[in-house]
Nanobody
């Protein structure tokens, strides 16, 4: 079994920054991709960013130029640096990872951006 634990969420003013972290632990042979999704109240969960084992990245158009995803393979950890935050970035941010052919999800970290 694999566990993903997010940290770094919180309350921030518009224009501010937060750094989210997600550490994977458990029975892990290989992690192909890691990423972040978010779900705002009343909306569907959407991809924010993902990073593959070769460090290639994808971003939602709404966060390009403001967010940056990175990973530390030695620590099985993925990070999401969020800058220039806007009220519409308010959501629960979920970490996800494709581990040994199976997808896992964290429980989520709440990010609230006040105007």
């Amino acid at each position: 079994q694999v566990q993903l634990v997010e940290s770094g969420g919180g309350l921030v003013q518009a224009g501010g920054s937060l750094r989210l972290s997600c550490a994977a632990s458990g029975s892990i042979v290989s992690i192909y991709s890691m990423g972040w999704y978010r779900q705002a109240p009343g909306k569907q969960r959407e991809l924010v960013a993902r990073i593959s084992s070769d460090a290639s990245t994808n971003y939602a158009d709404s966060v390009k130029g403001r967010f940056a995803i990175s990973r530390d393979n030695a620590k099985n950890t993925v990070y999401l640096q969020t800058n220039s935050l806007k009220p519409e970035d308010t959501a629960v941010y979920y970490c996800t990872a494709l581990v040994d052919g199976r997808r896992y999800w964290g429980k989520g970290a709440l990010v609230t951006v006040s105007s």
